[in-house]
T-cell receptor, first 112, second 111 residues
Framework: AQSVSQHNHHVILSEAASLELGCNYSYGGTVNLFWYVQYPGQHLQLLLKYFSGDPLVKGIKGFEAEFIKSKFSFNLRKPSVQWSDTAEYFCAVNLGTYKYIFGTGTRLKVLA | EADIYQTPRYLVIGTGKKITLECSQTMGHDKMYWYQQDPGMELHLIHYSYGVNSTEKGDLSSESTVSRIRTEHFPLTLESARPSHTSQYLC??????????FGAGSRLTVL
């Protein structure tokens, strides 16, 4: 069955630390890839997406993600986190049409 | 700011009550979805719609029903709520197989 794995469930970092959140998916076909973020008390919103082309994609607030097809991975990175990055991050895969598969989310806490 | 609106945001009701969770979007998106979200779990699709008069059940079995009489409106109804229905329900919309736009969610507690 298709699935999305996020390896880190809880991450705690100090401000200015670098961030990398892992995301792996199991599906052999063409996919569209997403990272969504949910700030405390807010709705889920798009952080960045990959459909095709350059496998290194940049999103809002200094986030980027790299699609490595051979590893079925789409890891999220940020060189220097801020307190305001405290949120829950969801990796998602779209298999076409209505089918989106989400990971279980990673709760990031950034200490000021 | 989301262009998809869900009401109520919070609802506490007793077992056996009928409830309707409202979802409206102003973007003219053709596809709409209902997801169920529980802490520490992935989002599970319970219903989706390709357009007016089109509704399908998602991957997670649900006793709820939906309707799509207007493009912008996609309400979810539970005829008889039970404690097992306690969860957060997220409505979303998209154009094609594209970015999902989410509402703020409706958190339902059934006593």
């Amino acid at each position: 069955a298709q699935s999305v794995s996020q390896h880190n469930h809880h991450v705690i970092l100090s401000e200015a630390a670098s961030l990398e959140l892992g995301c792996n998916y199991s599906y052999g076909g063409t996919v569209n890839l997403f990272w969504y973020v949910q700030y405390p008390g807010q709705h889920l919103q798009l952080l960045l997406k990959y459909f095709s082309g350059d496998p290194l994609v940049k999103g809002i607030k200094g986030f980027e993600a790299e699609f490595i097809k051979s590893k079925f991975s789409f890891n999220l990175r940020k060189p220097s986190v801020q307190w305001s990055d405290t949120a829950e991050y969801f990796c998602a895969v779209n298999l076409g049409t209505y089918k989106y598969i989400f990971g279980t989310g990673t709760r990031l806490k950034v200490l000021a | 700011e989301a262009d998809i609106y869900q009401t109520p945001r919070y609802l506490v009701i007793g077992t056996g009550k009928k409830i309707t969770l409202e979802c409206s979007q102003t973007m003219g998106h053709d596809k709409m979805y209902w997801y169920q979200q529980d802490p520490g779990m992935e989002l599970h699709l319970i219903h989706y719609s390709y357009g007016v008069n089109s509704t399908e059940k998602g991957d997670l079995s649900s006793e709820s029903t939906v309707s799509r009489i207007r493009t912008e409106h996609f309400p979810l109804t539970l005829e008889s709520a039970r404690p097992s229905h306690t969860s957060q329900y997220l409505c979303a919309s998209s154009v094609g197989a594209n970015v999902l736009t989410f509402g703020a969610g409706s958190r339902l507690t059934v006593l």
